[in-house]
């Protein structure tokens, strides 16, 4: 599996829009995006996946860009409960491998 | 949306014991459940994967006669970390998905292992 690049840490103010950017260069055609996030101390939650195309759902969007080496996970309006650790990962197979994430504090 | 549980959520025990940990789909049957660990501070580590029915696949650097493994049932999985050492301290996370979709991964709410 593909894998990817995600900031360390971002900072978001309540109510505005969190962007959280995600490289994955060496991704091939049959792998999808996935994002999922982790609250402290808990499992981690399913967000969102596309594989090419732009998804939305109720918690958030996911835009890929066109050569898919790169994909950006939009909460269009964050609160605090939106604190969490981000993963995005590239998998074509059944299991999902973790890398770091990227910690995502929203201020009041 | 799909609900897994773990049992229990905190367990302390003695080096040298054993412990077990349950894994449960609560609405839904898992043909495939994943574990995971993590420690402090760090990303989940896929430990295995578990088939109903079948003998688990373990990630490379897992010992499987010490993590045993076994998913007896579609919405049963279970843990046992045997003979126990203060070293496999940590979080132990499982994960479920549904048949028709094998895009979404539900995961528990995780078991904190203490052993002293």
């Known amino acids: 599996d593909a894998k990817t690049t995600q900031p360390t840490s971002m900072d978001c103010a309540e109510g505005r829009a969190a962007n959280l950017p995600c490289n994955h260069s060496t991704i091939s055609g049959n792998e999808y995006v996935y994002w999922y996030r982790q609250i402290h101390s808990q499992g981690p939650q399913y967000i969102i996946h596309g594989l090419k195309n732009n998804e939305t759902n109720e918690m958030a969007s996911l835009i890929i860009t066109e050569d898919r080496k790169s994909s950006t996970l939009i909460l269009p309006h964050a609160t605090l409960r939106d604190t969490a650790v981000y993963y995005c990962?590239?998998?074509?197979?059944?299991?999902?491998?973790f890398g770091k994430g990227t910690s995502l504090l929203v201020t009041p | 949306g799909a609900v897994v549980s773990q049992h229990p959520s905190r367990v302390i025990c003695k080096s040298g014991t054993s412990v077990k940990i349950e894994c449960r789909s609560l609405d839904f049957q898992a043909t495939t459940m994943f574990w995971y660990r993590q420690f402090p501070k760090q990303s989940l580590m896929l430990m295995a994967t578990s088939n109903e029915g079948s003998k688990a696949t373990y990630e490379q650097g897992v010992e499987k006669d010490k993590f045993l493994i076994n998913h007896a049932s579609l919405t049963l999985s279970t843990l046992t970390v045997t003979s126990a050492h203060p070293e496999d301290s940590s979080f132990y996370i499982c994960?479920?998905?549904?048949?028709?979709?094998?895009?979404?991964?539900?995961f528990g709410p995780g078991t904190r292992l203490t052993v002293t």
């Open positions: 990962i590239v998998e074509s197979g059944y299991a999902l491998n």
């Open positions: 994960s479920a998905r549904l048949p028709s979709l094998r895009y979404e991964q539900y």
